[in-house]
């Protein structure tokens, strides 16, 4: 059968795909925003001077950065509920359930990411805030998150494009995202390449969008890195700097 491009226009502009691609969207963002300050708090736990929390926090990452995927979106919506018997209840949906286990899944990767953003960060400039009287919470908040921001931001960007590009696993939960949309009405009137490739251009949309947004956010912290914040890489004047604020 030929290309049909009324089919195409009609699918791309569908509201089925609209709200698919808004799930799509939103499922991606919940799940990374999860995973950071999940990854966060593994990541402080690796570098912890308690030899157990250290060996949890690198086992929750070996765990699941070694389960595929698929596999932990199955065994949250499948598995669980028969562990957890509150999880059989109505509220837990299948965007709950593609919620939890991205999340999850991606906080091992962004703790990897997080924890080489703290050691990115001069020891020295640590060390001069505690000899100002900063507090933990001043030093980190001051002087290490801003620089490490600064250095996981690619990374993290990276990561939510290949996230987005993962909620489309959960269609084998019957989440209604992109792909899930599109395999359904593929099956009602078997026009694969129409269909397919209105979902190829929403996903091209939605990925170019976001990366786009993570070169201009890059723009903008390496500007304020190297001009604004320029002290902050000498150690005490950095330090100094944080004490006047």
């Known amino acids: 059968m030929a290309f049909d491009w009324d089919i195409f226009w009609g699918a791309l502009t569908s509201q089925a795909f609209v709200q698919g691609a808004l799930l799509t969207i939103a499922l991606a963002a919940v799940s990374q925003a999860a995973a950071i300050v999940l990854g966060l708090g593994v990541a402080l736990l690796r570098r912890s001077g308690a030899a157990p929390l250290r060996g949890a926090a690198a086992t929750y990452v070996w765990l ?51 924890r080489s953003g703290l050691g990115a960060v001069d020891r020295g400039q ?14 980190f908040r001051l002087i290490v998150l801003p620089q490490m921001i600064r250095v996981i931001i690619p990374p ?31 099956a009602v009137n078997f026009r694969f390449a129409e269909l397919y490739s209105a979902a190829t ?30 002290p902050m890489q000498t150690g005490v004047p950095a330090a100094a700097g944080a004490l006047n604020r």
């Open 64 to 114: 699941f950065r070694a389960i595929p995927t698929l596999l932990q979106l199955l065994f949250v919506w499948n598995a669980l509920p028969q562990l957890v018997p509150s999880l059989r209840d109505p509220w837990f949906t299948p965007f709950m359930a593609a919620f939890l286990a991205l999340a999850i899944n991606e906080s091992a990767y962004m703790a990897e990411i997080i």
């Open 156 to 186: 993290t960007g990276n990561e939510f494009i290949t996230l987005l590009k993962l909620t489309s696993l959960a269609s084998v939960i019957s989440l209604r995202e992109l792909l899930t949309v599109t395999s359904q009405t593929v």
């Open 201 to 230: 251009v929403w996903y091209l949309v939605i990925v170019s969008i976001f990366m786009v947004l993570q070169v201009q956010l890059e723009r903008r912290f390496h500007w304020t890195s190297e001009g604004r914040h320029e």
């Open 126 to 139: 640590v060390l001069a805030g505690k000899t100002l009287g900063l507090r933990d919470t001043q030093i």
